[in-house]
């Protein structure tokens, strides 16, 4: 039987790859600031996926135990059996390891079918870490940090793509990850990380005609 997930040997650190195996934890060591876990879906399951997003945008969240997760509320707009079954799974297994890497015993997780261009802007997350995992559709995009110029990431003078083009360095500099990765985003909230947040941004989908169904879990529900 073909497994679901192939778990994948990625990691970035200063932004740079390293070929030796990932862990979560490498994400708080001082001058990480993005840690990308490769994963390559099988192809039922990336077609069941793929099937979920054709369907109507939804947004479900909660706060999750670590230990013995229920992801139920995550998965109530999930009705093919294939796909509820991998991310029921799935979702339990990376909730815990992220939980346990911050200690917490809940963590704030949400499952988001979105159609449309909110986040296409580059930026960092007022956060202190945060996971991002795209089941289907196009992942999210990051920028190393040689290739970005921070000053230019509050522009508001200039539309999106004008200041897109002016916080990269070069115009090829924007890296992106597979449906299955999982990425752990350091944000600016981090202790001691304030000016060194992950640069990233959503694809633009909408007139694609595309969709995205993104698992994202953050430590705690932000207001």
């Not at 963590?107 to 202190?128: F, G, S």
Request: hydrophobic content about 40%.
């Amino acid at each position: 039987m073909q497994p679901n997930c192939i778990y994948g040997l990625v990691v970035l650190e200063h932004q740079t790859r390293v070929s030796r195996p990932p862990s979560f934890g490498d994400i708080l060591s001082d001058g990480v600031n993005l840690v990308l876990r490769r994963r390559a879906l099988s192809p039922l399951t990336a077609s069941a996926l793929d099937d979920v997003a054709r369907g109507e945008p939804f947004r479900c969240s909660a706060e999750v135990a670590v230990n013995d997760p229920d992801v139920d509320p995550l998965l109530t707009e999930v009705r093919d059996p294939a796909a509820r079954a991998f991310l029921a799974k799935d979702i339990r297994a990376i909730v815990t390891a992220f939980g346990q890497l911050l200690a917490r015993r809940h963590v704030h997780a949400r499952l988001t079918l979105v159609d449309d261009d909110a986040c296409r802007k580059l930026h960092t997350d007022n956060v202190t870490i945060r996971l991002i995992c795209t089941y289907a559709g196009p992942a999210t995009e990051w920028v190393r940090d040689a290739d970005v110029l921070r000053e230019n990431l509050c522009r508001i003078d200039v539309d999106v793509d004008t200041a897109n083009r002016s916080i990269l360095r070069r115009p090829d500099a924007l890296q992106r990850a597979q449906p299955g990765d999982v990425l752990l985003l350091k944000g600016e909230a981090y202790p001691g990380n304030r000016g060194r947040g992950a640069v990233h941004r959503s694809p633009p989908i909408r007139d694609r005609g595309l969709r995205r169904l993104v698992l994202g879990l953050d430590e705690h529900e932000l207001g």
